[in-house]
């Protein structure tokens, strides 16, 4: 689903000073329910049961399903979208509705950005904020196209984004206009 804006002020270049973009993983929603799921098997299991099985088979049953469920809610609610915002001076990634786990990277430490129009989460070892040693760090909430950013230190963050071109179109335009150009 495309959900993008872009601010109508324009630089020296066709392109926009400010990008916003956003890609979101709809699955996800069905995993939080799975939670919720959990979560109520727990207290239906506290409230309901008698307590003729030993108190401690009960107890981590309840517990058990409660966890489960919590860490499934708040473990893919993180990741139903993430939000992506390009500026003259940084940019900035958030996930989820409390925009959390959060980067922050200033176009000063950005040396090249790609469009990579495969990104796929099985390459990452999933959803969610990965890192991998040889393909550097990455937030993917689903498979599609994506933003890879060239950071000074060589290493690579990758983020899915709808019009993952248009913010790479962007964030060069910014480095373009970020590096002096000689004799001046």
Same mark, same amino acid.
């Given at each position: 689903?495309?959900?993008?804006?872009?601010?109508?002020?324009?630089?020296?270049?066709?392109?926009?000073?400010?990008?916003?973009?956003?890609?979101?993983?709809?699955?996800?929603?069905?995993?939080?329910?799975?939670?919720?799921?959990?979560?109520?098997?727990?207290?239906?299991?506290?409230?309901?049961?008698?307590?003729?099985?030993?108190?401690?088979?009960?107890?981590?049953?309840?517990?058990?399903?409660?966890?489960?469920?919590?860490?499934?809610?708040?473990?893919?609610?993180?990741?139903?979208?993430?939000? !992506?915002? /390009? #500026?003259?001076? @940084?940019?900035? *990634? &958030?996930?989820?509705?409390?925009? $959390?786990? %959060?980067?922050?990277?200033?176009?000063?430490?950005?040396?090249?950005?790609?469009?990579?129009?495969?990104?796929?989460?099985?390459?990452?070892?999933?959803?969610?904020?990965?890192?991998?040693?040889?393909?550097?760090?990455?937030?993917?909430?689903?498979?599609?196209?994506?933003?890879?950013?060239?950071?000074?230190?060589?290493?690579?963050?990758? !983020?899915? /984004? #709808?019009?993952? @071109?248009?913010? *790479? &179109?962007?964030?060069?335009?910014? $480095?373009? %206009?970020?590096?002096?150009?000689?004799?001046?």
């Amino acid at each position: 689903m495309r959900d993008h804006s872009r601010d109508e002020r324009r630089g020296e270049g066709s392109e926009p000073e400010i990008w916003t973009g956003r890609a979101t993983n709809r699955v996800q929603w069905v995993l939080a329910a799975l939670g919720a799921g959990f979560m109520a098997l727990g207290i239906e299991l506290a409230v309901d049961r008698p307590w003729t099985s030993g108190v401690v088979a009960l107890a981590m049953s309840v517990i058990g399903c409660v966890l489960a469920g919590l860490l499934m809610i708040f473990g893919t609610l993180a990741f139903v979208h993430v939000a !992506v915002r /390009v #500026d003259s001076r @940084a940019m900035e *990634v &958030r996930c989820g509705h409390m925009g $959390l786990p %959060r980067r922050r990277i200033p176009l000063s430490h950005i040396v090249g950005a790609d469009f990579d129009p495969r990104v796929d989460p099985r390459q990452w070892g999933g959803w969610g904020y990965r890192w991998r040693p040889e393909k550097g760090t990455a937030v993917v909430v689903r498979r599609g196209e994506g933003l890879v950013v060239t950071l000074g230190d060589g290493r690579s963050f990758t !983020v899915t /984004v #709808d019009d993952a @071109a248009t913010a *790479v &179109r962007v964030i060069r335009g910014h $480095l373009r %206009r970020a590096t002096p150009t000689a004799g001046v």
